[in-house]
């Protein structure tokens, strides 16, 4: 049980694009899902909180006309980011909080390259 | 803002080797979380500690919340090459903290 899916895994697009990523939570439902990005050899950096049903909390530093968040549903979250820069290429991860409160389950991560 | 320092940041150890992770706040958190994360892949769970001074083993993992709920520490015993990866400690409730993390290779 747990399961997070990323989609794309791997995405590569053009400076000035917008590009889409899914996070789905397979087996249970999640009202909160977290977005996190990670610079090579370093922690998971919190980018924001996505709650179904309203508007996601966005981490100080953290540009939200850039990155889209839409929790529509209780199993789909997605984050777009938009007008892509080089300097946006980096490894995304997202989870879904699970019913205790305390445990995070996240997907594979979806690994994207600006060029 | 509470900040979760992991120590040591990198270890390379021989295949059989025991080792000790640390995760050190100044801040207490309500529960902590220990994930490993194999490189272009998310982080993997695998331990919760909620209550001061429990002890978790799983396997030849054991991991211990401290007393006042500050800090956290990982044991490997015999560590394997299939233990390499990068550990992560979290703590908080619903919006976790991230630990530095610790970058763990398992020499065969």
């Known amino acids: 049980g747990a399961v997070v899916s990323q989609h794309p895994s791997r995405v590569i697009c053009k400076s000035g694009t917008s590009v889409k990523i899914e996070c789905r939570s397979l087996d249970f439902q999640a009202t909160t899902m977290f977005w996190y990005r990670q610079f090579p050899k370093q922690s998971l950096m919190l980018m924001a909180t996505s709650n179904e049903g309203s508007k996601a909390t966005y981490e100080q530093g953290v540009e939200k006309d850039k990155f889209l968040i839409n929790h529509a549903s209780l199993t789909l979250s997605t984050l777009t980011v938009t007008s892509a820069h080089p300097e946006d290429s980096s490894f995304y991860i997202c989870?879904?909080?699970?019913?205790?409160?305390?445990?995070?389950?996240f997907g594979p991560g979806t690994r994207l390259t600006v060029t | 803002t509470q900040l979760l320092e992991q120590s040591p940041q990198f270890l390379s150890i021989q295949e059989g080797e025991n080792l000790t992770v640390y995760c050190n706040s100044s801040s207490v958190f309500s529960s902590l979380q220990w994930y490993r994360q194999e490189p272009g892949e998310g982080p993997v769970l695998l331990v919760t500690v909620v209550t001061g001074g429990e002890v978790k083993k799983l396997k030849r993992l054991t991991f211990q919340f401290g007393d006042a709920r500050k800090d956290s520490s990982l044991h490997i015993t015999a560590a394997q090459p299939g233990d390499t990866g990068l550990y992560l400690c979290a703590g908080g409730y619903q919006k976790v903290t991230f630990g530095t993390g610790t970058k763990l290779q398992v020499i065969p």
């Open positions: 989870s879904a909080l699970g019913t205790s409160g305390y445990e995070q389950y």
